[in-house]
């Protein structure tokens, strides 16, 4: 089955400087990746997501990029705030039937005043 | 309001005293699925139902058992906890139950079985 690694486990930034959280994947069928946030207590929730046809996509000050031969893609934060303190799951799935999304281990992510 | 509704927030046990968390969610949705957050493990899922009276083991389906009778409902059932199932548990809903598809996640139950 698939397997997702996520790196590094938890990350320290000074606000306003840009932080990347990487992940890489086994299965070369996978061809959906979302990110999810979760806000501490919180539940959670879809940030941004990339299919395989595609190699970057930005939303505002999130970006994630995807490289298909080498399996692995990446989240950016440009620009951090205090509120984009939060664990980050990365996950990697395939289109159709059967919701099977392999999820990341999580990393920390704390921005620092 | 779409959401995902489950209880307990939070739910302190014995071992081997039965006990149901439960899981709605007033979207619709065909897919259901449970998930166990451990730290350094990520989101690992349980079990998981396309639709109504269908479900199947996820990743780490032992000691755990689901039903899903109703459209809306997806309880989560431990016969007999252990305490290596004390762990921050999330159910989670989807429209069709697409990879693609957003997941909408409950607010969580925090089980810890002594």
């Given at each position: 089955g698939e397997n997702v690694e996520q790196h590094p486990s938890t990350l320290s930034v000074q606000e306003g400087d840009s932080a990347v959280i990487k992940c890489t994947y086994s299965d070369s069928a996978s061809n959906y990746f979302p990110w999810y946030k979760q806000e501490l207590g919180k539940r959670p929730q879809l940030i941004i997501d990339i299919r395989s046809n595609v190699g970057e996509k930005k939303d505002q000050r999130i970006a994630v990029t995807l490289n298909k031969t080498a399996k692995h893609f990446s989240l950016h934060i440009t620009e951090t705030q205090p509120e984009d303190s939060a664990v980050y799951f990365c996950a990697a799935g395939i289109t159709g039937g059967g919701n099977k999304l392999t999820f990341g281990t999580g990393t920390q992510l704390k921005v620092e005043l | 309001e779409a959401q995902v509704t489950q209880n307990p927030r939070y739910l302190i046990t014995v071992t081997g005293k039965k006990l149901t968390v439960t899981c709605s969610q007033n979207m619709n949705h065909e897919y259901m699925s449970w998930y166990r957050q451990d730290p350094g493990l990520g989101l690992r899922q349980i079990y998981y139902?396309?639709?109504?009276?269908?479900?199947?083991?996820?990743?780490?389906?032992?000691?755990?058992?689901?039903?899903?009778?109703?459209?809306?409902?997806?309880?989560?059932?431990?016969?007999?906890?252990?305490?290596?199932?004390?762990?921050?548990?999330?159910?989670?809903?989807?429209?069709?139950?697409?990879?693609?598809?957003?997941?909408?996640?409950?607010?969580?139950?925090?089980?810890?079985?002594?």
């Open positions: - | 139902s396309m639709n109504v009276e269908v479900t199947d083991k996820g990743d780490v389906p032992e000691g755990y058992k689901v039903s899903r009778k109703e459209k809306r409902n997806f309880p989560l059932i431990l016969e007999s906890p252990s305490p290596n199932q004390t762990s921050l548990y999330f159910c989670a809903s989807s429209l069709l139950g697409n990879a693609n598809e957003k997941l909408f996640f409950g607010s969580g139950t925090q089980l810890s079985v002594l």
